[in-house]
């Protein structure tokens, strides 16, 4: 008793004159429980670290530790080994079994070899031997935390390696309506407000939503989820994680999306292609600021700042019955509504040259020299994909080492001409029925602003079928280029 008491007071004096680590100071929302059956011990590793977290609590036994458990998660348990009844080594493998993994950090006072196997074979994440110095206690959760925040950003930046948009990371141009928007983002980005972008596909939403993060100062990651491109099934799962057997081929617990955006940034994208169940538990989540992984009963707070974005008018689909009308208000707090391409044509030049030397670079080929009636061809076409679709005709370009043959097709000019035997949105007779339903197409596609699932369903055709139909074209085009 009198070696507690002595390492009691020690570390005591070391907490004074101990600089805060950085790492701590930075993770407030990280919640840590500390199992000990010392009451000194106790006391003073929760006064300590309770100056670092919001959340820090304390049990004498495996008993009590279980029952805080069920009302909270845990990222970080802080557990003597030897304890009355089951010891910590087998009540953290009895963890692993059934919950969401927490880190662990086990504490001893008995110095034996074959304990510290036992304890990191059990998947310890630190082992400290009593009396210890609390700088001991603060590093080993430092080695933690960042052993979970890297692994969480290698997640992140896995996932969006084939996904991440190429272009630079400011909003390119310098019409009006992009300085506009250049301005409004740099003035919110440092609040924690949510953030609605509207505009047609390919306008650069995301690149929009990255802008906000970067400027925000916030420390965490920036993740972006396409809620369309996710099976509705898994979506619960994907966001806000699960336990082990929750379902199906849960073989091990995961952490969700929220999780690792936790003191970052969380970008949804295709807002509009949620279903409606999912939009009632995301509701919850933003309201709760905590998420509750499938599965378990169990609620994890998550600090997380919520851009969404559409290409869909949410206003008409809350009219319509397809969104909700109190998720719509509670993101909808600032809409960001970024311009179409045709709207400011005098950008057009400097993101052609900015894609023309980003993408010679990475692909390795000289650029394509654009003349001035290039430019010009370029400035009155109408551009249904946007930004995105720009860029793919300067890397089709590089790649063929000229401009492609029938470039910019007259259907598709911005200013409409009204010729005899056709009309504006009407069609020659002397078409034929392949050049009719490929002008019918893109027309329906471009007055749904891109929006392929919207179109299709206009068309009366798949979503499939209409993504096999582009295709088609586009192979055509290349190879008559």
């Not at 101990?18 to 006064?47: C, H, Q, W, Y």
């Not at 992140?156 to 991440?164: F, I, P």
């Not at 650069?204 to 920036?222: P, Y």
């Not at 000019?413 to 009407?426: F, H, I, Q, V």
């Amino acid at each position: 008793m009198k070696s507690l008491e002595t390492n009691i007071k020690n570390v005591t004096k070391e907490s004074e004159t101990a600089p805060p680590s950085s790492l701590l100071t930075n993770t407030p929302a990280v919640s840590v429980l500390i199992v000990d059956d010392e009451l000194g011990m106790r006391s003073f590793l929760v006064k300590a670290l309770s100056r670092r977290f919001a959340l820090v609590e304390s049990a004498e036994s495996i008993e009590s530790a279980e029952e805080i458990r069920k009302r909270c998660h845990f990222d970080l348990l802080i557990c003597d080994i030897k304890l009355p009844g089951r010891s910590g080594i087998e009540w953290h493998e009895a963890l692993q079994q059934s919950e969401r993994r927490s880190d662990i950090i086990f504490m001893t006072a008995y110095a034996e070899l074959e304990t510290a196997i036992e304890a990191l074979r059990a998947g310890a994440s630190d082992f400290i031997l009593k009396p210890f110095r609390l700088e001991q206690m603060m590093a080993a959760i430092d080695r933690c935390l960042e052993r979970r925040f890297l692994a969480r950003e290698n997640f992140v930046l896995k996932r969006e390696l084939n996904a991440v948009f190429n272009g630079n990371s400011a909003m390119i141009g310098e019409s009006q309506v992009i300085k506009d928007v250049d301005a409004i983002i740099r003035r919110v980005a440092p609040t924690p407000s949510a953030v609605l972008i509207e505009g047609e596909s390919g306008t650069g939403k995301e690149l929009a939503a990255r802008a906000l993060h970067q400027h925000s100062g916030r420390t965490g990651a920036f993740v972006p989820v396409n809620c369309g491109a996710i099976a509705p099934d898994i979506l619960e799962s994907e966001l806000f994680g699960h336990t082990k057997g929750a379902f199906t081929g849960a073989q091990k617990a995961r952490d969700g999306l929220f999780n690792y955006a936790s003191g970052g940034t969380l970008f949804l994208d295709e807002i509009g292609e949620m279903p409606l169940v999912m939009q009632a538990k995301l509701l919850r989540a933003l309201e709760l600021k905590a998420v509750r992984p499938v599965g378990s009963e169990q609620e994890v707070k998550v600090d997380v700042r919520i851009v969404a974005a559409t290409n869909r008018n949410l206003e008409h689909e809350v009219k319509e019955g397809r969104f909700r009308e109190d998720l719509y208000y509670r993101l909808n707090v600032l809409t960001l509504t970024l311009p179409p391409l045709r709207d400011r044509p005098e950008d057009i030049a400097a993101l052609v040259h900015c894609f023309s030397r980003k993408l010679s670079r990475e692909l390795g080929l000289p650029p394509v020299p654009f003349a001035h009636e290039d430019m010009a061809s370029m400035m009155a076409y109408h551009w249904p994909g946007n930004v995105r679709e720009l860029k793919n005709f300067v890397e089709r370009c590089i790649l063929l080492g000229r401009l492609p043959v029938n470039s910019f097709p007259e259907s598709q000019k911005s200013a409409p001409a009204s010729e005899s035997g056709a009309s504006t949105r009407g069609y020659s007779s002397e078409w034929a029925l392949e050049q009719v339903e490929k002008h019918h197409i893109l027309q329906v596609l471009a007055d749904h602003q891109g929006n392929k699932s919207s179109a299709a369903r206009q068309l009366g055709i798949s979503r499939k079928t209409l993504d096999r139909k582009l295709q088609t074209w586009e192979e055509t085009s290349l190879s008559d280029s």
